[in-house]
């Protein structure tokens, strides 16, 4: 197992936001996590990515609990996150962007023959790659926010909304790059409002509600549930 998380609470300040929520992400899986705006979807996934510590609970990288280590300590145990709203240094270009993504040590060796990956998955970024990031469109964008994360040649992907904010032509397509880095070894962790497209490209997914994981299951499953599908997904 990959990522396990038990029984976290996740707070800020004296508001709760997650409550014993427990999940697990295997090697090469994608893993969903759905629900409604303001369930604590990416309360849950930043407090994997060490962006917020859990006041309770832990969370597990390959049995070793990275819930109580410095945030960006995290990515050295092969963790890396998309984040919400991109947050890309937008004055930098496209290639400065991505080589940022390189900076644990046992990426910059490596960053020569990841970029080139990178490039290969997203061949956009190369034909824009001295592009000042902030000129481009909202899914180039998500793109160099996908392959500066890769940058850090991490085993599991953290993704926080990708698809917000996009066109559906560019939604279907930022779907196909998730399957595509699936495809080459990486395991995927996504947190989506886009319910159907995130349960279309799941192994397995997980339902939170008012920061509560009240269901999961495989996602076929899960979308066939006329109870799941109204109580809890607003279908």
Request: glycine fraction near 10%; proline fraction near 4%; hydrophobic fraction near 45%.
């Amino acid at each position: 197992m990959l990522l396990e998380v038990r029984a976290v609470d996740v707070g800020y300040g004296d508001a709760p936001a997650v409550w014993g929520a427990s999940l697990r992400v295997d090697a090469h899986q994608i893993v969903a996590v759905v629900g409604p705006n303001g369930a604590g979807k990416s309360t849950l996934i930043n407090s994997i990515a060490g962006i917020l510590r859990p006041r309770k609970g832990a969370i597990l990288v390959d049995g070793v609990d990275v819930g109580s280590i410095a945030g960006h300590l995290v990515c050295q145990h092969g963790v890396a996150i998309v984040p919400e709203g991109r947050r890309l240094f937008t004055h930098m270009t496209v290639q400065d962007n991505l080589e940022l993504g390189a900076y644990r040590a046992g990426a910059r060796s490596e960053a020569r023959r990841t970029m080139e990956e990178v490039y290969s998955l997203l061949p956009v970024l190369r034909e824009r790659r001295l592009q000042i990031s902030g000129s481009m469109s909202g899914g180039q964008q998500q793109m160099v926010a996908i392959g500066r994360a890769l940058m850090a040649r991490p085993r599991l992907l953290l993704m926080d909304e990708p698809s917000l904010g996009l066109s559906p032509l560019i939604v279907g397509e930022m779907f196909n790059i998730i399957r595509r880095i699936n495809e080459r070894g990486v395991a995927v962790m996504l947190v989506e409002q886009n319910i159907h497209q995130a349960l279309e490209v799941a192994h397995h997914a997980y339902v939170i509600e008012q920061g509560r994981i009240v269901t999961s299951g495989h996602p076929r499953k899960l979308i066939n549930d006329p109870r799941i599908k109204e109580a809890y997904l607003g279908i």
